[in-house]
């Protein structure tokens, strides 16, 4: 039907009105073919949902990706396809309705946070542990996102198992940390050369703690005399802790279960001891031993702690601790070898100048003890002169004493070799001891385990040096505490030890105390002469020099182990003897008077003139020299008169082993004494060795003069 176009406003209002019923007429009629269409449609929709849930159903059922669907109001597993179940190790009716906090490692509240972060987005990426039936851990590799089932919003879960891409990616990174930790360690041992062995341990002890994350790790030594073991050292999360004086290891840490021996520990051993809370909650300790020094006898251990049960160490981890154990040890080693030669050093040059300074004033101390020993027997002086020669004698005397401290540090001091029982040396000195501590509250205590006491050495050094190691204990202990002597055998096998001991067997002293101890850099100064940490007055600093010199010139070592507040030890070295100690009875004295004639060859004219003096009232006739040459041309022409000729030691030009060769070249038979202001040393033994018949070391007392002097002429008359 065609509409012609309206002319008028009523046309228009007419036309209007005819298109409406037109449409309403359209409307009527298609009504059944839209109802018929919706129909149409909703059967579409819902045979297309029922294909996709097929499908979902089969994916989820066939796939072999382990996939899980997550109740998030109840945390629970709403479904799991068979892959889950196989990986997991449950059957699926046990692994449903089971609690994701079950499988997760994760605590709660960081698990909660997670799985709100997967809710806000389609798909979100994890890294978890999960905990599969049997109790192993598996790390895994976990898409998720939220998922609407039949109106309910849940969470789907696509899992992989990564534990081995893991593990090698663990191993990469691990052995870049090794690489890392093993440059680091070597760089802290071998870079610092001022460092000392504490620090360094500390440092060392600090690095591995970190890296191996063990709390707490301890350092301790094992005492191979009696088995004790005694921690030095222990680090733990707040750094490293200085135990308690004479702390012992754990007890769980011990082969015997008493906390005094360890007994039969062997490298990579774990021992475990299960302790109690406050509370009473079980826990496992456990610690990995690692051997400090040689494996098969080492010195010390360090325990790797592990607080949360027994640890499974990498066998690549424990081999690297061991790597830097012998490092370290190998680097102490090498400082200790490294201090000891300056040290040696050091004293030697020392020595070297005391040595020289005894000498000259022994030469000195010989003429002024000879005088006054020359006034003593002139019987026309007044009493008060007399005394006051006696009181030079005596003053004398003293210097003479503190010289041969001197030449014992030294090791030239006098030196009368015979076999010594040591046992009896101890227990004089401590008799003496004994008389300076009575109103102290000071225990003395021996202890003599050694099955061979005998040394070869001279008595009086010996006996001096244990009585200055017993004073310097006494004085080390204000409010008391105990000294203990103790002698042990020990056997060197291996002359490559940190003390250069000799092979053989060696008699051990020991000198311990419970005092105040000392400080590294005390110990450190402990044999210089004149080195002391007494006030004014109360000290020369010569005690432990003496001691120093008297061990090696007895072919020896000696050693000082010492913290502040924990005492001190100190341990001789002494090569034993074969020989057994005979007592020698005393000859009885006989009038100090003789006859002949002697040739005294010394540079020092007051050396000469006190000799000359001291001979002459004791009836020799006595003839001088003032050098080597001089004594020759003298000799040469008067030989046939001279009993016995006296040569000094040290003289300029020719000494007294060059000057006693061309006598003897003059007369073969000569009678020749030495006078030294040193001990038998090297160069003196040369020349007793040459045929020279005795040695009188300055200064001497007129009565030691003429007695050897008077042996030697009465055996040729």
């Known amino acids: 039907m065609m509409l012609s176009k309206p002319r008028t406003l009523r046309d228009y209002v007419q036309r209007k009105r005819e298109l409406h019923g037109i449409r309403r007429a359209l409307f009527s009629a298609s009504h059944p073919i839209l109802e018929a269409a919706v129909k149409l449609s909703r059967k579409e929709h819902n045979d297309a949902l029922s294909e996709s849930e097929s499908r979902y159903s089969s994916i989820f059922q066939n796939n072999h ?37 079950d499988i997760n490692l994760l605590d709660k509240k960081e698990l909660s946070e997670r799985l709100a972060e997967a809710m806000q987005k389609p798909r979100t990426k994890f890294y978890f542990s999960h905990r599969i039936a049997d109790g192993r851990m598996r790390d895994v590799e976990v898409h998720t996102g939220p998922i609407t089932l039949d109106g309910k919003q849940l969470l789907y879960s696509i899992i992989h198992d990564v534990t081995e891409q893991k593990r090698i990616e663990r191993m990469i990174k691990r052995h870049g940390e090794f690489s890392a930790l093993r440059a680091e360690i070597w760089s802290t041992v071998w870079s610092d050369r001022n460092i000392s062995e504490e620090d360094l341990i500390k440092k060392v002890m600090d690095r591995l703690g970190q ?50 021996k360890v007994i039969d520990i062997s490298s990579q051993t774990v021992f475990c001891d299960k302790k109690a809370d406050d509370q009473g909650n079980q826990s496992a300790s456990s610690f990995l031993l690692v051997p400090y020094g040689d ?161 070869e050495g001279d008595e009086g050094l010996v006996y001096n040096a244990l009585l200055n190691l017993g004073l310097n204990a006494r004085d080390a202990m204000p409010n008391g505490g105990g000294i203990t002597f103790e002698t042990r055998n020990v056997n060197v096998t291996n002359s490559h030890n940190h003390l250069g001991l000799a092979v053989g067997n060696h008699l051990v002293i020991t000198v311990r105390d419970s005092g105040i101890g000392m400080s590294e850099e005390t110990r450190r100064k402990a044999f210089e002469p004149f080195f002391t940490t007494k006030g004014v ?11 120093y010199g008297t061990v090696k010139s007895h072919h020896g070592q000696v050693e000082i182990r010492s913290k502040v507040g924990k005492g001190t030890v100190v341990e ?46 004791s009836g020799y006739d006595v003839r001088q020299c003032s050098n080597g040459a001089e004594a020759i041309e003298f000799y040469a022409k008067n030989w046939q008169g001279i009993d016995l000729v006296m040569i000094d030691m040290k003289m300029p030009g020719l000494d007294g082993k060059a000057c006693f060769r061309e006598l003897r070249k003059i007369n073969p038979s000569i009678k020749a004494m030495l006078m030294t202001g040193y001990s038998l040393d090297e160069d003196a033994k040369a020349s007793m060795d040459e045929g020279m ?25």
């Open 65 to 101: 990706t382990v996939m899980l669907l997550v109740d998030l109001e109840k945390w629970s597993i709403v479904d799991a396809n068979p892959a889950a179940c196989a990986f997991y190790g449950y059957e699926k009716g046990d692994l449903v309705g089971k609690s994701i906090s």
């Open 211 to 260: 890296f191996t994350n063990s709390d707490p790790i301890i350092f301790f030594r094992v005492d191979r005399r009696n088995g004790n073991a005694v921690a030095e050292l222990e680090w733990g999360k707040s750094g490293i802790v200085e135990p308690s004086a004479g702390k012992m290891i754990p007890k769980f840490i011990l082969a015997e279960h008493h906390g005094e």
């Open 295 to 455: 494996e098969n006898n080492p010195e010390g251990y360090f325990a790797f702690g592990e607080k949360m049960g027994k640890r499974i160490w990498e066998r690549r981890e424990k081999g690297l601790l061991n790597e830097m154990s012998r490092i370290l040890f190998t680097r102490i080693e090498q400082m200790d070898l490294e201090s000891r030669l300056r040290q040696h050093e050091k004293l030697e040059a020392l020595g070297r100048l005391a040595g020289g300074i005894a000498h000259d004033f022994n030469n000195m101390l010989t003429g002024i003890l000879g005088y006054a020993e020359l006034l003593k027997g002139n019987e026309s002086l007044d009493p008060q002169t007399l005394q006051h020669a006696e009181m030079i004698s005596t003053s004398a005397k003293r210097m003479a004493s503190l010289t041969q401290k001197l030449l014992a540090f030294a090791r030239k001091g006098k030196y009368s070799v015979q076999t010594l029982a040591v046992h009896d040396i101890i227990d004089e000195a401590v008799s003496v001891l004994e008389r300076g501590i009575e109103d102290k509250n000071i225990n003395l205590i021996r202890k003599f385990n050694a099955d061979n006491c005998c040394i």
């Open 537 to 547: 007055g109360k000290g020369i600093g010569l005690g432990l020099a003496s001691v």
């Open 572 to 617: 001789i070295y002494l090569p034993v003897s074969d020989k057994i100690r005979e007592k020698i009875e005393e000859a009885p004295k006989e009038p100090v008077q003789g006859h002949g004639t002697v040739l005294v060859v010394d540079d020092e004219s007051i050396v000469r003139g006190v000799v000359a003096n001291l001979l002459d009232i």
């Open 693 to 717: 018949v005795d040695y009188i070391p300055k200064p001497f007392e007129i009565e030691t003069l003429v007695r050897t002097i008077q042996k030697h002429i009465k055996e040729k008359k």
